[in-house]
């Protein structure tokens, strides 16, 4: 089974430049999630969707993020423009339901500089 | 409300066991524990739901105590292969996100 794919792994450009990431789940999974994850922390969650609806986005910064899966399947998460701050591994999980176990994907490692 | 996990870092040798402690000040349905290896994403160890269940695998198991809402994860005989970074994933009724906790980083040596 071909598990949680993202890309680019890494990207790095300067702060007020835009950036999008890439996420495909596993087949059949109706849960997304994008989570930041910055050096020596916990992976936090920026937005969660079942099938293509927002479930959770509380915690997404929406000024500047913004994300959405097309027809529940394939996610972009995108910022624009980016601060020094937002240097973090990005990381894309799915799973069959929420709350269920998380399959992540490698992640992509975004430096802003 | 992020759990906080206990102790930040511990270092074993190889056989020793070790316990990782995460607690939460508020309820919680269920505990999700995952590894992380450095440079690599997490993976999933288990899910521990409300009503106190241990669970266990080979030498790693858990324990949630829904009253005290804490968890904790068990380490048995070690391996070299043990070793990463340990997260728990809280998540309240009915909510069906993951908090994580900040890790717990273990390292096992020869």
Redesign the interface.
């Known amino acids: 089974e071909a598990g949680v794919a993202q890309s680019p792994r890494y990207k790095i450009i300067e702060k007020r430049q835009s950036v999008a990431f890439w996420c495909n789940p596993i087949s059949g999974h109706a ?1 997304l999630y994008w989570y930041q994850q910055i050096l ?6 920026l937005i ?1 969707f079942q099938n293509n609806g927002v ?2 986005d509380s915690q997404l910064p929406k000024d500047r993020f913004s994300a959405e899966r097309l027809k529940g399947v394939d996610s972009t998460l995108k910022i624009q423009p980016a601060k020094l701050e937002d240097s973090a591994v990005y ?1 894309c999980a799915s799973s069959l339901v ?10 992509t490692r975004l430096t802003v500089t | 409300q ?1 759990p906080v996990q206990s102790p930040q870092a511990v270092i074993l040798r190889e056989g020793e066991d070790a316990v990782i402690n995460c607690s939460s000040s508020k309820a919680l ?2 505990v ?1 524990w ?1 590894r992380q290896k450095h440079g ?5 160890l288990m ?1 521990l739901l409300k009503g106190g269940e241990q669970k266990g695998h080979e030498k790693i198991s858990a324990s949630f105590n829904e009253k005290k809402q804490q968890s904790s994860l068990y380490l048995t005989a070690s391996q070299l292969s043990y070793s990463g970074t340990y ?1 728990c ?1 809280t ?1 309240g009724a009915g ?9 717990t980083k273990l390292s096992v040596i020869p």
């Open positions: 849960t020596g922390q916990g992976p936090k969650l969660q479930v959770d990381l929420g709350g269920s176990e998380q399959y992540f994907g490698p992640g | 992020q349905y269920s999700h995952y690599e994403a997490p993976v999933f899910i997260f994933g998540e909510s069906y996100q993951l908090t994580f906790g900040k890790g």
